[in-house]
């Protein structure tokens, strides 16, 4: 079974743009998180999507967006980019089956100039 | 945001030793607890998890503790590779809406 993928790897912005990140969770599962992962702050959750809706948010501001398809892809989007977005993004995902445990996919690095 | 309290020490231990990393958590109402293993370049990799009703699980080669009196976690490697080389993570669930709170990483190096 493919686990959970990331799309883009890496990412280069500049102030200002936006940015959209996707991601595939592994087959069968419905449930998407996504994750900010900075060396100074550690793992910060976003928010989590399930069956096409937001089930629970982090401390983010506005800025930080998502949305979840009907075959349980997921986007998110972040606009007016900030130096301080620079950060891996992770999405994980789960199933109702093992719902403590989160499968993790590579990330998508972005830089922000 | 919110962390669970675990700055980010570096441990290095001999290859074929034992690893102790530890992790202290501050809400005791927490009922859930995972570690994760996180190599360069790849996303966290689940190791093992214990619920708040045990004090010990064991897998393979893997055993985490659970001190609730204390609220300290640790999660122990034996006979420690090369290939245990990584960040590692715990994590505590702190509410029925499954919102995971993660601490901020323990880096284990593996001397030859």
């Known amino acids: 079974k493919a686990g959970v993928t990331q799309t883009p790897r890496y990412l280069i912005k500049t102030r200002g743009q936006q940015v959209t990140l996707s991601c595939s969770p592994i087959?069968?599962?419905?449930?998407v998180s996504w994750y900010q992962q900075t060396p100074g702050q550690g793992l910060q959750f976003l928010f989590e999507y399930f069956s096409e809706t937001q089930r629970n948010k982090g401390n983010f501001p506005g800025r930080f967006s998502g949305r979840q398809f009907s075959n349980s892809r997921s986007e998110m989007n972040v606009s007016t980019l900030e130096l301080g977005d620079s950060a891996l993004y992770l999405c994980?995902?789960?199933?109702?089956?093992?719902?403590?445990?989160?499968?993790f996919g590579p990330g998508t690095r972005l830089t922000v100039l | 945001g919110e962390s669970v309290g675990l700055h980010l020490p570096t441990l290095s231990v001999q290859e074929g030793d034992n690893s102790i990393i530890n992790c202290a958590y501050s809400n005791s109402a927490s009922d859930y607890f995972i570690w994760y293993k996180q190599e360069s370049g790849k996303g966290p990799q689940f190791i093992i998890d214990?619920?708040?009703n045990m004090d010990k699980r064991q897998g393979q080669r893997v055993t985490v503790l659970l001190n609730k009196t204390v609220k300290h976690l640790s999660l122990q490697i034996a006979a420690t590779q090369p290939g245990d080389s990584a960040v590692y993570f715990c994590?505590?669930?702190?509410?029925?809406?499954?919102?995971?709170?993660w601490g901020a990483g323990t880096k284990l190096i593996i001397k030859p």
């Open positions: 994980a995902s789960r199933t109702l089956a093992e719902a403590d445990t989160q499968y």
């Open positions: 087959s069968g599962h419905r449930s």
């Open positions: 994590a505590e669930n702190r509410g029925s809406n499954y919102q995971l709170i």
């Open positions: 214990i619920r708040s």
